[in-house]
């Protein structure tokens, strides 16, 4: 497995307002697929996105990556896990306002070892006549896939995205999801993606369900469908 | 209401905001306090003094006893009062006193400490010659031969500054002091041969110069001195000014202005507070509710800040008192202590505005929808800067728009580091011009190292020096003194105009000094009447130039064209100028001054005490200007926590997010440099403007390159202790909860 999750566990608060927020997590998922993983508000999904993003840190069990176990990590070795190996895609696309589309795909670009060609990244991601606007000046879809740019000019190994869709129009939505599809057809890159919407389920090779920090289903998915087939 | 517990909590969220205003606000608090605490009571003392002991006018000296005091007292509405004195030696001791008899109109003594005279052998004594001395109230001391039971300590307000010649620099509390006894006791010593010395009042509506003729048509004036020309009391009462001026407008000024700075500050934050403040309009609360339950965030620091730096004033108000006052002149009735109206101010003053600038800011932000408020939109478009295309890094163009596309906060800063930079560089500015004034006023009077003052007059030429005609005149209705000099061609005077150019010494040509042409508005051409203080005769010179001397009123001719003026005869001469000492005997002179010890005495007397408040001003200084610069680039980090929670999630190591966040404002600290300099030049400018209307005496303002890099060096270390400690708030910014709220 490349990624895996071995009895995480992640508490906040304590005495009366004791919340678990991962109770034994345990999972797996192979290099280049693309995960889904689905559970209601409060469940838990956004917590589990932090740990595997070096976000947030486990209060007991691991988690590796490729070779690399990250829950033993200190705060610099998060660092620099997050600044070479994954990528991220929020909600609310989290995109600096003052800086430019291609301007923003620069941030991460310059710290990276080998970025991608930006241009050519803006292009793929039909942002190439949007690269001189301020976020602002964006719609939602735009700014997601601005977003998108930004975490994948780093060519990282992992992509983690947080309800990517929640903020989009289902055109919108259907766009953004076209991209992370020819994304991971082109870089092989490992996706895993946070939502509450099932239609999005049906375009991943894994679909994890998970309910009050725990995980009820683990399953690849047999039926995949291509984004333009979804119905979301 | 419940909503009141978020105060605590919010304050102990951004405790480290809050406590740097609360500091911030203290620190100007307690300098306001301390300072006007310490010379408010003095001051009310020495007006209460001024207005106890009626202090003369006038000192005339008359060639014949005045013998009929009442009829003029009535014809001229004048007081006027014989002041006898004699200089008696202290056994034991290089010391004199000079004793006084009571005054019963004018001059009149007060006890400053211990009992008024009751016996014969009683003496009352001034308090700092005591001091010097050892003295102690109950002890004895031989005078002259005669023993006294010294029962008190007196001030006398003809002799706060206590000089035994009134043409002396300062005052020697070694050598000299002064003491009253009774009339009886006084009686012994009185005689005829005494100096026939008045003292005079005018009341209001008395003709000065009708009273003055009158007296010297019938008892012949000898010297006459208006109390302005009197430093033994004139110089307390300019010390009292010049603290006056740094007390009253300097310190409110400055305090004023850091306050606001806070409010401003203070106001930003709680525009940070949009969204929260969304929330609660849109469960229900109305404006005003909510703009007055954050505007109780402004009272906290206020108030906190005021109670903390009254309570650090107050042992500060006796040191300060002593530097500011008590050991350079005797004027106490009552120890320092902390007045009521300058902590009700310190009180009210940050608490009010830092509380109106929170209500109007939270009130401004309450404009929008809540949902706007909730969502973070705003109806106002910023305008972003461009350079959209430029190529430049990214972080590059981060720094420039973040810092010309939010200009107030990025005024703030400016202002923030200019503060303290501003404080420094007018403390040098005013250093450096008192030493250069110094400097000049000494050399200014000439090549020469020794002046002796003649006893008598003499003609012809000196065996050794140089000679001069000397004599102080009125300048019409001016009671400050111009001296008209004539010297004869040496090379130990410089007669030379503004630019440089000798002027020629010939016959009938008159030069006045630039500092008399400046009080006296005069310029090449014009013609000044000058008055003898003793006979008021008058004389009309013309002035045919400017003499370069910003530091002496003078007017200089040729010493035959002088006695040809004063009718007197054309080789005359009253005072030798020479660059070697001569021996002249007690009898032939009436005083001695070396250069060195006029630089000396100018020194102690003016640069000195400057030179005392540097280091404490610099303190200070550097305090202040860390906690604004703090302040101001903690409200960046505050408005940029979602960009720093970012760029750490993206992998950024604190080190780059401070390059890139914290550390745009480098290239704005030689602005702030620049500005503190030049706002520090321009009040040291205003200071000595404001002294010079009053004292008829223009100090230039001049700071040295070497001050600037001083200055420049403090606001740098300051901005980079700032800096230094703000670095560490990057590593506070949560990476989770400030991704929850970034939403432009």
């Known amino acids: 497995m490349f990624i895996e999750v071995k009895n995480g566990v992640k508490e906040y608060g304590s005495g009366e307002s004791l919340i678990r927020a991962m109770d034994g997590v345990e999972f797996g998922t192979e290099k280049g697929e693309i995960t889904v993983i689905l559970g209601p508000s409060g469940s838990g999904k956004s917590t589990l996105l932090n740990m595997l993003g070096g976000i947030d840190t486990l209060d007991s069990g691991s988690i590796r990556i490729g070779d690399t176990t990250i829950s033993g990590l200190g705060k610099s070795g998060l660092s620099e896990y997050r600044r070479k190996q994954v990528g991220f895609v929020f909600q609310s696309y989290n995109l600096i306002p003052d800086l430019t589309v291609r301007e923003n795909v620069e941030v991460v670009a310059d710290i990276s070892a080998s970025p991608l060609p930006i241009d050519d990244l803006l292009d793929k991601l039909e942002l190439t006549k949007h690269k001189y606007k301020f976020p602002k000046e964006l719609s939602g879809g735009q700014q997601q896939r601005c977003a998108i740019a930004r975490a994948l000019v780093k060519n990282p190994e992992i992509l983690l995205c947080d309800e990517l869709t929640g903020a989009l129009d289902s055109k919108s939505s259907r766009d953004v999801l076209r991209m992370l599809e020819k994304v991971n057809a082109e870089y092989q890159t490992t996706i895993l993606i946070i939502t509450h919407n099932e239609g999005i389920s049906h375009m991943a090779d894994r679909i994890i369900r998970i309910h009050d920090g725990r995980i009820i289903e683990n399953s690849m998915n047999s039926n995949k469908l291509a984004v333009s087939d979804l119905s979301i | ?744």
Not at chain 2, 203 to 223: C, H, P, Q, W
Request: charged share 20%; proline share 2%; with cysteine.
């Open chain 2, 1 to 744: 209401m419940t909503l009141n517990k978020r105060y605590l909590r919010n304050v102990k969220s951004n405790i480290s905001f809050y406590l740097s205003i609360t500091l911030l606000t203290a620190l100007g608090v307690c300098l306001h306090v301390a300072f006007d605490s310490s010379f408010g009571v003095q001051q009310e003392s020495f007006q209460k003094l001024l207005s106890d002991s009626l202090p003369e006018d006038a000192e005339i000296m008359t060639m014949f006893p005045v013998d009929d005091i009442q009829d003029l007292e009535n014809e001229y509405h004048v007081s006027m009062e014989r002041q006898p004195y004699i200089d008696l030696d202290m056994q034991g001791t290089e010391a004199e006193v000079r004793v006084f008899a009571p005054g019963e109109k004018i001059n009149l003594y007060q006890i400053q400490e211990g009992s008024d005279l009751k016996n014969e052998d009683d003496i009352l004594l001034s308090g700092l010659f005591m001091e010097r001395q050892g003295l102690s109230i109950g002890d004895t001391i031989e005078l002259s031969g005669k023993t006294y039971h010294i029962c008190g300590k007196v001030i006398k307000t003809d002799y706060l500054f206590c000089l035994k010649n009134i043409s002396d620099t300062f005052s020697d509390g070694d050598r000299f002091g002064v003491g009253v006894v009774l009339n009886s006791a006084f009686s012994e010593y009185d005689s005829a041969d005494q100096a026939v010395v008045y003292a005079v009042r005018y009341e209001d509506g008395a003709d000065s110069v009708a009273f003055r003729k009158a007296v010297n048509e019938k008892f012949g004036i000898l010297s006459y001195v208006d109390i302005g020309n009197n430093s033994r009391l004139q110089s307390p009462k300019d010390q009292f000014d010049e603290l006056d001026y740094t007390v009253n407008i300097i310190l409110p000024v400055s305090m004023i202005f850091m306050v606001l700075l806070i409010a401003v500050v203070l106001g930003r934050k709680i525009k940070n507070e949009r969204k929260m403040i969304g929330v609660l309009h849109a469960l229900g609360y109305k404006r005003y509710e909510l703009a007055l339950h954050y505007s109780v965030l402004g009272a906290i620091p206020g108030i906190l800040g005021g109670i903390l730096g009254i309570l650090a004033a107050i042992p500060l108000i006796g040191p300060l008192s002593d530097m500011l006052i008590e050991d350079k002149m005797e004027v106490f009735y009552e120890v320092s202590h902390i007045t009521p109206t300058a902590c009700l101010v310190a009180l009210i003053l940050p608490t009010v505005c830092y509380t109106i600038a929170v209500f109007i800011t939270a009130l401004i932000n309450m404009r929008g929808s809540a949902i706007d408020m909730i969502k973070g939109l705003s109806k106002n478009k910023k305008k972003r800067m461009g350079l959209r295309k430029a190529k430049m890094n990214f972080r590059t163009k981060y720094k420039l728009r973040a810092v010309f596309s939010h200009f107030p906060r990025t005024l703030l800063v400016i202002l923030g580091i200019a503060l303290g930079g501003t404080l420094v560089a007018f403390t040098f500015a005013c250093v450096d011009s008192i030493d250069r004034y110094v400097d000049t006023s000494v050399k200014a009077t000439g090549d020469y190292e020794y002046e002796y003052f003649l006893s008598s007059i003499k003609t012809g030429y000196p065996e050794k020096g140089s000679a001069v005609i000397a004599a102080s005149f009125e300048v019409e209705d001016n009671p400050d003194l111009i001296t008209l000099m004539g010297v004869d061609e040496n090379k130990l005077i410089d007669v030379k105009n503004t630019s440089g150019e000798d002027l020629p010494l010939e016959e009938g040509k008159f030069y006045i000094s630039e500092m008399s042409s400046y009080a006296y508005h005069v310029k090449e051409g014009d013609t000044i009447t000058i008055r003898n203080n003793a006979d008021l005769k008058e004389y009309e010179i013309h002035v045919d130039g400017i003499l370069v001397n910003g530091s002496q009123s003078l007017l200089i001719a040729s010493r035959k064209t002088v006695n040809s003026l004063l009718g007197m005869q054309e080789d005359a001469y009253t005072m030798v100028m020479s660059k070697e000492k001569i021996d002249y005997r007690d009898s032939e002179l009436l005083r001695e001054v070396s250069k060195t010890s006029l630089a000396e005495a100018l020194d102690k007397t003016i640069s000195q005490g400057m030179h005392d408040l540097l280091l404490p001003i610099t303190i200070i200084a550097m305090v202040i200007s860390v906690i604004t610069t703090y302040l101001m680039v903690n409200i960046l980090l505050t408005e940029s926590s979602s960009v720093i929670s970012m760029l750490k999630v993206l992998g950024y190591r604190n080190k780059e997010i401070n390059r890139t966040v914290t550390y745009i404002y480098h290239a704005l600290v030689p602005i702030g440099v620049a500005l503190g300099v030049w706002f520090g030049l321009l009040m040291n400018k205003l200071n000595f403007e404001t002294q010079a209307a009053k004292y008829n005496s223009y100090i230039e303002n001049y700071v040295t390159p070497k001050s600037v890099i001083i200055c420049a060096g403090i606001t740098i270390i300051s901005y980079i202790v700032s800096m230094f400690l703000l670095s560490s708030k990057v590593k506070k910014v949560e990476m989770v909860e400030s991704l929850k709220n970034s939403q432009e």
